[in-house]
């Protein structure tokens, strides 16, 4: 079945550092891709999207580009801040004919801790 | 602010009971997923409901059922609740159904099973 896989957390970086959290997916059809953000205590929001293959999705900074050929979806961001500490989850979501029903597969979250 | 709504926030519970979960779509959108949040199993999918059908099932127990009324809110039904079904539950809402529109969550309610 269709799963995602992300890069084992915690990560812990300094303010101003690069960020790179990895996510590579497997799917039976083509599907479109997401990065979701949980800070603590809250519920998911949706940081970016990507419906196609090499469409790049932007917000706040962060940046990801579906790469088909590798079945990859990594989020990156070029200088993180404190307030970016949080849990980043990406998540597929199939457009292939029966299974088109929009449920989102997760990755298992990677927990982001930026230090000033 | 999603849009979204979720009642209760949080919910304290014996192992046998029968809870309910309600939650609100943002207006307009036909569709409400659930979403089960333990440390285990991470985020997994329950169930969809579209336009008041259920659309899709995932790993969904037979104890839960859910429905969506024709006022599009939904509720979640947990009954003969076990320890294991301690969690944080989640819908959300999206315009329609399919993998090209995006979904909004609600805040989610933390269920306790003592």
């Known amino acids: 079945g269709d799963s995602v896989t992300q890069m084992e957390g915690p990560v812990t970086l300094s303010e101003e550092a690069f960020l790179t959290i990895n996510c590579t997916y497997t799917?039976?059809?083509?599907?479109?891709l997401f990065w979701y953000v949980q800070y603590p205590g809250e519920g998911l929001q949706l940081l970016l999207k990507?419906?196609?293959?090499?469409d790049k999705g932007s917000n706040k900074g962060f940046e990801a580009t579906y790469r088909k050929e590798t079945t990859s979806f990594h989020l990156e961001k070029g200088s993180v801040q404190v307030s970016d500490s949080a849990v980043y989850f990406c998540?597929?979501?199939?457009?292939?004919?029966?299974?088109?029903?929009?449920?989102?597969?997760f990755g298992q979250g990677t927990t982001l801790q930026v230090k000033p | 602010d999603s849009g979204v709504t979720q009642t209760p926030k949080h919910l304290i519970t014996a192992t046998g009971q029968r809870v309910t979960l309600r939650c609100s779509p943002r207006s307009g959108d036909l569709s409400v997923y659930w979403y089960q949040q333990s440390l285990d199993q991470g985020l997994q999918f329950l169930i969809q409901?579209?336009?008041?059908?259920?659309?899709a099932k995932g790993n969904i127990l037979e104890r839960f059922s859910a429905q969506q009324f024709p006022d599009l809110h939904s509720e979640l039904n947990l009954s003969s609740l076990e320890l294991g079904d301690s969690a944080l539950y989640f819908c959300a809402s999206s315009p329609g159904t399919g993998g090209f529109y995006e979904q909004y969550f609600g805040p989610g309610t933390r269920l306790t099973v003592t």
């Open positions: 799917a039976t059809g083509y599907p479109s």
């Open positions: 990507a419906t196609k293959a090499d």
């Open positions: 409901y579209y336009n008041g059908e259920e659309r």
């Open positions: 998540a597929l979501s199939d457009r292939g004919g029966s299974s088109n029903t929009g449920k989102l597969i």
